[in-house]
């Protein structure tokens, strides 16, 4: 499984936007990129995920590079209830998400 | 509401004791999987089903064994509880390989 690599910790402005960088050098060409998170220790959250393309939802969107060796999640006005750990991973053939130690986003006031 | 229900939400264990965990999901997915949260860290993968009659071992699987009863339903049994296990447990669903996955509330366990 292709590993990735997020800074542990990030703060943000309330209202400005969010972005949180991923490192997956050792991506394949057939697996995916996600997003999830998780608040105060609830269960993950689904959030985006995306192949080659950029991809926007009405919660985020997900900037791809061409080389698909790093991506960006964005979060365009981030509120405190955004305030969460963020989870990139890499989804195998396998159909199994690994979780690493993901980044922790204190968005302040 | 559709979604992964886990059974029970608290649960308080004595060293050697048995239990199983419950979790149960409506929206018809052929994937489960089981996961633990340790304090401060990621999730790890215990075991996952891909689809209903088989198993198989994820990346901290001693002490654990599962049961994919029908497709909904996929148990977790401890057979002689350890502190070690003290643990946040959660229980996902997924259908095909390009669905993300749903997780329920999670089972807070503390093993004393």
């Known amino acids: 499984d292709a590993k990735t690599t997020q800074p542990p910790s990030m703060d943000c402005a309330e209202g400005r936007a969010a972005n949180l960088p991923c490192n997956h050098s050792?991506?394949?060409?057939?697996?995916?990129v996600y997003w999830y998170r998780q608040i105060h220790s609830q269960g993950p959250q689904y959030i985006i995920h995306?192949?080659?393309n950029n991809e926007t939802n009405e919660m985020a969107s997900l900037i791809i590079t061409e080389d698909r060796k790093s991506s960006t999640l964005i979060l365009p006005h981030a509120t405190l209830r955004d305030t969460a750990v963020y989870y990139c991973?890499?989804?195998?053939?396998?159909?199994?998400?690994?979780f690493g130690a993901g980044t922790i986003l204190r968005v302040k006031s | 509401n559709a979604g992964v229900t886990q059974t029970p939400k608290f649960q308080v264990l004595k060293t050697g004791q048995s239990m199983t965990l419950q979790c149960a999901q409506d929206?018809?997915?052929?994937?489960m999987y089981w996961y633990r949260q340790d304090p401060g860290m990621g999730l790890r993968l215990i075991y996952y089903?891909?689809?209903?009659?088989?198993?198989d071992k994820g990346e901290v699987p001693n002490g654990y064994n599962v049961s994919r009863l029908n497709k909904r339903e996929f148990s977790l049994r401890l057979e002689s509880a350890a502190p070690s296990q003290t643990s946040v447990y959660f229980c996902?669903?997924?259908?095909?390989?390009?669905?993300?996955?749903?997780f329920g509330s999670g089972t807070r366990l503390t093993v004393v």
């Open positions: 089903s891909a689809s209903e009659g088989t198993t």
């Open positions: 991973i890499v989804r195998s053939s396998e159909n199994k998400l690994v």
């Open positions: 929206m018809n997915h052929n994937s």
């Open positions: 996902a669903s997924s259908g095909d390989s390009t669905y993300g996955y749903t």
């Open positions: 050792t991506i394949s060409g057939n697996e995916y």
């Open positions: 995306g192949l080659k």
